[in-house]
């Protein structure tokens, strides 16, 4: 089957670096996403990698490594306004996208 | 320009009765998608239509239908609703359905069946 596994809930202060992990068992890979949902609220794209590496955006980075099955959201420079729900989804061979259940990320001032 | 719209934002519905989900986008894209989110799971995709007129079943589609009749529009019923169908309701397009198309979300419906 197909599996998309993150952590339930992870803590951080306000102006420090927090790293989400992601690992996938996926049929087939196209590509893997990040986004942010904020409580209540509809899930927004941040990034996607396809290819393994980094890539950078501001404050936001992700990492993939296919031959792993692993990715990461880094998260640098903490603000309040971060304290949302993140999620990974794997497109796979299908063209579909498989989701993680999400990491609830609080901060703390 | 609106992006994605839901509608209703919520509702209460009594078991058995139909109901329809409306999402219309503005955006011209190809790819639409009606997906559930349930505590402690990920996002599960319900139906997808890749170009109007078009569309296919995702991972649960039982007890739900979709149309395709314009690139605008993509309606969701629950013909006869049950318990189990109470989630939040997202409906999503991107602009094809390759893998470098972004998908983007409407605000979604709060449905609860009793």
């Known amino acids: 089957g197909q599996n998309i596994d993150q952590p339930t809930e992870m803590t951080a202060t306000e102006g420090a670096i927090v790293q989400i992990n992601c690992t996938y068992q996926?049929?087939?890979?196209?590509?893997l996403f990040w986004y942010q949902q904020h409580a209540g609220e509809a899930p927004t794209f941040l990034s996607y990698?396809?290819l393994d590496g980094l890539e950078e955006k501001g404050r936001f980075s992700s990492f993939l490594s296919r031959s792993k099955g692993y990715s990461y959201l880094l998260l640098k420079e903490l603000q309040m306004k971060d304290s949302a729900s993140y999620l990974c989804?794997?497109?796979?061979?299908?063209?579909?996208?498989?989701w993680g259940a999400g990491t609830k990320l609080i901060i703390k001032p | 320009i609106a992006g994605i719209t839901q509608a209703p934002t919520s509702q209460i519905l009594a078991a058995g009765r139909r109901m329809t989900l409306r999402c219309t986008q503005d955006?011209?894209?190809?790819?639409m998608y009606w997906y559930r989110q349930d505590l402690g799971l990920g996002l599960r995709l319900i139906h997808y239509?890749?170009?109007?007129?078009?569309?296919g079943k995702g991972e649960v589609p039982d007890g739900y239908s979709v149309s395709r009749a314009n690139t605008d529009d993509f309606p969701l019923t629950l013909a006869s609703a049950v318990p189990s169908q109470t989630s939040v309701y997202f409906c999503?397009?991107?602009?094809?359905?390759?893998?470098?198309?972004?998908?983007?979300f409407g605000p979604g419906t709060r449905l609860t069946v009793l």
């Open positions: 990698n396809v």
């Open positions: 239509s890749n170009t109007a007129g078009t569309t």
């Open positions: 989804a794997v497109m796979d061979s299908n063209y579909q996208l498989i």
């Open positions: 996926t049929s087939g890979f196209n590509g």
């Open positions: 955006m011209r894209h190809n790819a």
């Open positions: 999503a397009s991107s602009e094809g359905s390759s893998s470098t198309d972004t998908q983007y």
